[in-house]
């Protein structure tokens, strides 16, 4: 275990570990030289896993890239670069990494919108990009991947405790969407397939790509 996953693990309390599932050697070898080797490292030991009782989880890209190439395919992000889902949360919110930058871009499928890594110009080193992706966990709270309800009150453990834990491929959702006027609160939660929720939440309007950290503040 290095520095940064030591972080994630212990300093916001993301063990242990719940439903994993292995991670055979076929996939590590076709991500290899597609995302940073730090990352198959994890998969490698720890598996596509949940964490935080499930607030977390690592995933398969390969389980989701049709879901981030339907998502992207009508944003100004597609063709960018490649893009690889590597991690969600339980609301289903993913967490997606490009080939060419060591800035994450999140997929807010509740409220239809993407927010985006900043483009890097020149393609970063193989170290910037090993160092992002341990980052990337060591950062990482609890609070930060929790989904707020309508009066800013984080749900996960509300939701843990009404509905039970989620499965490796299982999300929270809102019934009705909020997208379609639903209400982010505790009694219109209910546990999902994941891949299809996915889907049916993008198929609900274009998402909408919120402009990136650099454009806001100038650093892009």
Known sequence: MDEYFKEFLTGEGFSPIVDSVPVDNE??????????????????????????????????????????????????????????????????????????????????????NILPGDFETLTPDKESLEKSIGIFFEIKSKKSVDYADKNEKPLFQRCLKKYGMLEHDEMYTFSTALA?????????????????????????????????????????
Do not use: M
């Not at 990352?39 to 989880?57: C, M, N, P, T």
């Not at 397939?193 to 503040?217: I, M």
């Open 27 to 112: 996939t590590l070898s076709y991500f290899s030289g597609k995302l940073p080797e730090r990352l198959l490292r994890y998969w490698k030991e720890y598996g596509f896993s949940g964490f935080g009782d499930g607030i977390f989880w690592v995933v398969n890209p390969n389980d989701y890239q049709a879901i981030v190439d339907k998502w992207l395919a009508q944003t100004k992000l597609w063709g960018r670069e490649n893009f690889y889902a590597v991690a969600r949360t339980a609301f289903g919110e993913v967490y997606i990494r490009g080939d060419k930058s060591t800035s994450t871009t999140i997929i807010d499928p509740h409220l239809n």
């Open 180 to 220: 379609l006027g639903g209400t982010a609160d505790i009694n219109n939660i209910k546990k999902v397939k994941v891949l299809e929720q996915l889907s049916t939440l993008c198929d609900l309007d274009v998402p909408v790509v919120l402009p990136s950290a650099g454009e806001l503040f100038g650093s892009n």
